[in-house]
């Protein structure tokens, strides 16, 4: 017998409270694939458990943190309390907060599970689907990326500019890599185009 399509759905949110990924992943179930969505646990503990059809592996993906006063911060320190602040909020090299953190606790899931399709949700998940996606076709898996744009980055309040530019860099790297771009709704879609340099609209 042939095995389910499966799907991964990547959120940096605790799932419960996100209905448009838990509606995504409750109709792919009921058609017939294997779900399993990644979020970010509220609690700092590893959980798991089952909404619907959806499988829900909550992992430490995420740390709640203030970006604005540690923008602040990092203007007004010594290089002593920069080391400190970073040690204590690694990014990567594009300057994305917990981006190593996050790919470290989600390859070997990835690795195990094997997915078919890779669904990132929002510009927080995005840039991290997109190196999971490229490892995996590295290794000879034929894998396709999905991105679901929730939010438009330079409209997002609390992220200070280098931040806006960090995910937005990495958000049209990503889009480039995707077989297919979501969007919440049709003005979504109008400012997407532009600010994604995309010629397809999403």
């Known amino acids: 017998m042939k095995s389910a399509p499966k799907a991964l759905h990547i959120v940096l949110n605790g799932v419960a409270e996100d209905s448009r990924v838990l509606k995504m992943a409750w109709s792919l179930g009921n058609a017939g694939w294997d779900v399993l969505v990644c979020g970010s646990t509220p609690t700092g503990k590893v959980d798991k458990f089952s909404i619907g059809y959806a499988n829900i592996e909550r992992l430490q993906i995420k740390y709640v943190i203030n970006q604005r006063l540690i923008a602040k911060l990092l203007r007004k320190s010594r290089r002593r309390l920069r080391k400190i602040l970073e040690t204590l909020f690694p990014s990567s090299k594009s300057g994305i907060p917990n981006y190593q953190r996050s790919q470290k606790s ?49 409209g997002v309040s609390h992220l200070t500019k280098p931040l806006v530019n960090a995910y937005t860099k990495a958000e049209r790297f990503g889009v480039a890599q995707s077989d297919a771009v979501l969007s919440v709704s049709e003005p979504m879609s109008d400012l997407l185009m532009p600010h994604l340099k995309s010629k397809k609209r999403p």
């Open 106 to 154: 989600l390859k070997p899931i990835v690795q195990r599970f094997s997915p078919d399709v890779i669904h990132a949700h929002d510009y927080t998940a995005l840039p991290i689907a997109t190196e999971i996606t490229q490892l995996l076709r590295a290794q000879g898996k034929k894998v396709s990326l999905i991105y679901d744009a929730h939010e438009y980055v330079p």
